[in-house]
Each structure stands twice: as C-alpha cells, then as structure tokens.
C-alpha cells in the first residue's frame, strides 16, 4: 500500500503532490504547430459551436466549484455568458436551455449520477452537452456531444484534490479554444496564456516545497472549532473549495464568503481569534481589487480576527494585517486557483490527520455518488 501511495502516508498527500503532474498532462497534445488549440471528441459541428450564446455548467461538490473558477475565465475570454449550475438543482429548476445552449458538464469519475441527469435533461431540451471528465470512458463523457478529459490520473482519496486543479486546467483550455474558435478580442491571446498555463505546474511544484509552515499552522489549530474564508473573484470559489476540504477532511464548521459581502453580514460572526484566510488577488488584479481585499483584512483584523493571508510573492501591503502570511508564486490573475488552493488542501491535511482522523476515507462520504 506504500508503494501505491508512492512514499507518502495518504492517498491524499500523494494526490496534492501529484497536482503538477495533473496540469502540465491535461495541457499536453492540445496545439498543433499553428497554436490551435482542439477538443478531445467533438460530434458537435463547428458552426453549431460558433453559434452558441450561452454556456451553462453542471457539477457537483469540488467540481462546481472548479466551474464557479471556469466562469471568470470562460466569459472573460469568450464574452458568452456563463451561468453554473449544481447539477441536482439545474433539472428541477426549468432551465432555460436551447440549441445554441452548450451546456459543460465537470466531473471527476464521470459517473455521478446527479450530473448525468442534467446532462441527459440538457440533452433532451436540445442542448450542445461536453463533458470535462477524469475517467476514460465514463458515463457522462459517453453520453455528451464533446468531451475534454482531464488527466490526472486515478484519484483515490474521497476529497478531490489533483482532478479540481485538472477540471480548472481544462476549462481553461475549453475557454481558449472557444475564444480561437469564435476569433475576436482574445483569439489571438490564447497562445500567450498557454504559454502562462505552461508554466503553472513549475510554481506548483515550487509552492509545495514551501508548506511547513501551514503545516504547523494547522497542527496548533487542531481544537479549532470554525474557521472562515475569504475571496474575491477566482478567489471566491477557492475560498469556498478550501471550506469544503476542511468540513470533509476535519469535520470543522468552515464556510468561504465572497470578500464584498463581508460587511453585507458575515463581519458579525468576527470576534477575538476567530480565524480567517484570506486569498489575496496578485496585486496585478483588474480593478483594484488588490487593495479592497487588503482593506478586508484590515476591517477584520481590528476586531480582532487571526488573519491567515494567502498572497503572491512580494505583496508587501498585507503584512501590517497578517497574523500569517503564507507566500504563492505571482501568477496572471486568472490562473491563481491553480496555486491558491495548495495551501488549503495541506492545511485540511495536515489538521485532519492532527485529529487522527481518516484523510482517504472521511466519515460518510463516498468518492462517487452514484444515486440520487
Ligand atoms: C462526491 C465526492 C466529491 C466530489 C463530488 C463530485 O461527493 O465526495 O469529492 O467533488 O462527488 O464528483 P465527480 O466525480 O462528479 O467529480
């Protein structure tokens, strides 16, 4: 079993450290020599593509939130509104879909049985259906239009880890490929961020050296009884993602909040030592949101928070309001996930097995559902 595990104690901790791997393999074979990017399956005519004026994305638990990712990218590169879906809620819901609807489907094994079902309600609406799926040759890819695999290998720890930065990656790619596809704006900027996703796995690799300090972050932490997250724009749904690892691996109340909302109503729950990460756009980030997150930090930090910030290399501006400042490689904005959430999953890690809990096989969980 140690063999399996490849040196390490968990599934888990061999997954986070495959998660280079994850990226640089799903990015591998996608251009030809003229930067063009391409699907894995396509029954889809190119012109029912180009056509398409609405993207909605089914998923469920850690591979919605990889959608909740794609979203940013998707409508930022493509300008076709993106709408994401829990898979469970989208067939109940009356969707409105039609032909020039592609609808893109995130999952890990390709068998849940609440995303297949939207994906066969999209389908029989008239929809476009991909799938971004880990499993060759799955349910879910064999019943959609398109497929785009992921390849990070057999994950086996039940909390998904490696196929979130993978599901992340090839949205991405799915993301670029339409945007050449369609032409425009960022047509001609899509080799330009392939070459930026290339270079992802490296930092990866990087960040992962650099984690002893969370490590110990969380082995003090193990009585902690709620932790918060905060994020904004890409660094929402991760602030999210990292609540989720920490209720699945430490049965902790965890909850990830949307920075602006902050003062909408969660600054209320903030009292002496309550703890919070915050992940920190680069400084480089549209719009200024840089210093509006740092003010956050500010806002909770004086009453009274311990404020444990994720932010790039050479972002001196939090340190005043840092209790912790755990360091990510710089990144272009829209490619941070890949790196924000490292820290998060060693932290759910490591507090987990501080708990001397069962990282693999966490208490009612299953890596698959495949009921409804
Ligand atoms: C289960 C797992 C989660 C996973 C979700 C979606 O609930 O415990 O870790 O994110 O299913 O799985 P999928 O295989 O569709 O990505």
């Not at 012109?47 to 794609?70: H, P, Q, S």
């Not at 695999?149 to 057999?154: I, L, N, R, S």
């Not at 996703?197 to 002893?212: F, R, S, V, W, Y």
């Not at 710089?330 to 924000?340: F, G, M, T, V």
Request: a negative charge.
């Amino acid at each position: 079993a140690s063999a399996e595990k490849g040196g390490f104690d968990t599934f888990m901790e061999k997954e986070i450290f495959d998660q280079p791997d994850a990226v640089r393999d799903t990015l591998l074979g996608r251009t030809d020599s003229e930067g063009r990017l391409a699907l894995d399956e396509i029954r889809i005519s190119e012109d029912g593509l180009k056509n398409i004026d609405r993207i909605t994305i089914v998923a469920c638990g850690t591979a919605a939130y990889a959608g909740m990712v794609a979203k940013y990218a998707l409508e930022h590169w493509t300008r076709i509104p993106v709408e994401v879906a829990l898979a469970h809620e989208f067939r109940y819901c009356d969707p409105i879909v039609s032909e020039r609807t592609l609808v893109v489907s995130i999952s890990q094994s390709g068998e849940t049985m609440d995303t297949l079902m939207a994906v066969k309600h999209a389908r029989d609406l008239g929809a476009n259906t991909l799938s971004i799926c880990n499993t060759h040759g799955a349910t879910i890819p064999r019943e959609s239009d398109a497929v785009l695999y992921t390849h990070a290998g057999p994950e086996i720890a039940v909390a998904s880890t490696k196929a979130f930065l993978a599901q992340i990656t090839a949205c991405y790619v799915l993301g670029l490929y339409l945007a050449q596809l369609r032409g425009g704006t960022y047509a001609d900027d899509a080799k330009k961020v392939m070459t930026e996703l290339q270079e992802m796995p490296a930092k990866i690799d990087e960040l992962l050296g650099h984690l002893d300090r969370v490590r110990e972050i969380a082995r003090f932490m193990a009585d902690t009884r709620s932790v918060l997250f905060l994020g904004r724009n890409v660094g929402y749904p991760i602030a999210m993602e990292g609540a989720l690892k920490l209720k699945e691996l430490a049965y902790i109340h965890a909850e990830g909040f949307a920075a602006g909302e902050l003062k909408h109503g969660p600054i209320a729950l903030i009292d002496a030592g309550q703890p919070v990460f915050i992940v920190v756009p680069g400084p480089d980030t549209p719009h200024g949101l840089h210093g509006k997150v740092v003010s956050n930090i500010q806002e909770i930090r004086a009453r009274g928070a311990r404020t444990l910030v994720i932010a790039e290399e050479g972002d001196e501006a939090v340190v005043p309001f840092a209790d912790e400042v755990i360091r990510i490689p710089k990144s272009a904005p829209l490619l941070a996930p890949l790196l924000a959430i490292v820290p998060l999953q060693v932290f759910s890690l490591e507090l987990s097995t501080a708990k001397g809990l069962d990282v693999d096989q966490p208490r009612n969980l299953a890596k698959s559902v495949t009921v409804e």
